[in-house]
């Protein structure tokens, strides 16, 4: 059975930051491309970040300079380091593994990210 479970989400202030993780099981986790979305209230799900199994990275152009993602194949874990976060960076972050071109394609359950003062 296939399972991402994200954790670390919260509610910091203005310019804080955070740390979310997410660890996979029951998949072969290094041959996976990690992604990040999130989806704020009466929007769309948006791609925030995106890290290919040779550990080439992508960003959404809102929050480049200040998220990076990373991950650690021996651990089965992909993080997303958010800093100097923006109200507007509230939403339900995801994880998602994939491989291009398959029907495997697996996503987590979300954690919530709230930045208010």
């Known amino acids: 059975q296939v399972q991402l479970v994200e954790s670390g989400g919260g509610l910091v202030q203005p310019g804080g930051s955070l740390r979310l993780s997410c660890t996979a099981s029951g998949i072969i986790f290094s041959v996976y491309g990690l992604d990040w979305y999130r989806q704020a209230p009466g929007k769309q799900r948006e791609l925030v970040a995106g890290?290919?199994?040779?550990?080439?990275?992508n960003y959404a152009e809102s929050v480049k300079g200040r998220f990076t993602i990373s991950r650690d194949n021996a651990k089965n874990t992909v993080y997303l380091q958010m800093n100097s976060l923006k109200p507007e960076d509230t939403a339900v972050y995801y994880c998602?593994?994939?491989?291009?071109?398959?029907?495997?394609?697996?996503w987590g359950q979300g954690t919530q990210v709230t930045v208010s003062s």
């Open positions: 890290i290919t199994t040779g550990g080439n990275t």
């Open positions: 998602n593994a994939k491989i291009s071109d398959s029907r495997y394609n697996y």
